[in-house]
């Protein structure tokens, strides 16, 4: 009797192990085919936000660069195109070939990163016409610039796969003053932001009664506060720029002139919670984050501050609606 018990416990456990490493290796499988599988469009019932990338300019493998999607109905917009941003659509399970139009919040590399890493991914991806580009005045040379630097390559790829030469061209737009264009009922708008070391531009986009800016420049705040008055959500980086007196403090080696530096071309976290509330929006979502802080809540205590709206501090591939 006892030996059928044995028997009968050995044989449970060779099953649950079995059990167990046939759901280690369909997990693992999953993970593996979701990174290569090719993806289908994607349509949305509601205008949605899909922050692709909250990081900024400096290598963060949690937060890969700057870009923000716009989705209503199948259509898919983006707003600026930083680092690993094909990765990073491909984590949000859009597939690089969606996106039509890139709107430019700046030609700071941050910004421009990846356009090059679309135009050529979402090339292969199956894309068929040109990708837009819309910006700043410089967007036309650097558009130019990039297809010149990848001429040869792309001459090469339409021989060699037969791809459609149309689908490796990026077509640049201008922009100087205020703007507006209508895309199958997604209304989008920008205004100028003066005063900094080059043009910024501020966002609005408007779908579905809901009004969602996207503004990231450390100057023109004045402007951007008007602009987005009353908007449903603000999309606004909120960098942690530490005083030279903080920076000493927490002990961080950073030259001091190089802060101060940093200050001028970007938000402080201590900064942006005035911004949204003087501005009256709805919902703050923070993006292009790094630490320190380490945790959420010291950010959202250091916004709320000035803030008394929603905060959202983003992550990678977050999906919301305004």
């Known amino acids: 009797m006892i030996l059928l018990r044995v028997i009968g416990l050995l044989v449970g456990i060779v099953v649950v192990f079995a059990s167990w490493m046939l759901t280690c290796a369909a997990w693992q499988t999953d993970n593996v085919t979701a990174g290569v599988v ?8 509601e205008f949605t936000v899909l922050t692709i990338g909250t990081g900024g300019g400096y290598e963060n493998p949690n937060r890969l660069g700057p870009s923000t999607a716009l989705a209503h109905g199948d259509q898919v917009v983006l707003v600026d195109a ?3 941003v094909s990765e990073s659509l491909r984590r949000a399970r859009i597939p690089t070939s969606q996106p039509h139009t890139i709107y430019l919040t700046s030609l700071m ?16 991806d199956g894309r068929k016409t040109p990708l837009r580009v819309v910006g700043p005045p410089g967007t036309t040379a650097l558009v130019d610039g990039l297809l010149q ?3 040869t390559a792309i001459r090469v790829q339409i021989k060699a796969l037969a791809l459609p030469a149309e689908g490796a061209r990026l077509v640049a737009e201008e922009i100087r003053s ?3 264009e209508s895309l199958n009922g997604l209304q989008i708008e920008a205004i100028p932001l003066l005063g900094g070391p080059t043009l910024g531009l501020a966002w609005r986009f408007v779908a579905d009664g809901k009004t969602v800016v996207v503004g990231t420049s450390a100057w023109g705040a004045a402007a951007l506060i008007q602009f987005a008055k009353g908007a449903d959500m603000l999309i606004h980086e909120a960098a942690f720029v530490p005083t030279p007196e903080m920076a000493a403090e927490i002990g961080l080696d950073v030259d001091p002139e190089r802060l101060q530096r940093e200050r001028q071309i970007h938000t402080p976290l201590e900064s942006v919670g005035d ?13 292009r984050l790094r630490p320190p802080p380490v945790y959420d809540v010291q950010i959202t205590m250091i916004v709320n501050n000035t803030y008394h709206g929603k905060i959202v501090i983003a992550d990678d591939g977050d999906e919301l609606t305004p």
């Open 109 to 124: 590399p941050e910004n421009t990163l990846g356009l090059d890493d679309l135009l050529l991914t979402g090339w292969l």
């Open 82 to 84: 930083g680092r690993g």
């Open 38 to 45: 090719p993806l289908d469009a994607r349509s949305w019932e």
């Open 275 to 287: 911004l949204a509330q003087r501005a009256q929006v709805g919902t703050l979502v923070l993006v």
């Open 149 to 151: 630097a990848h001429e």
């Open 178 to 180: 205020s703007w507006h």
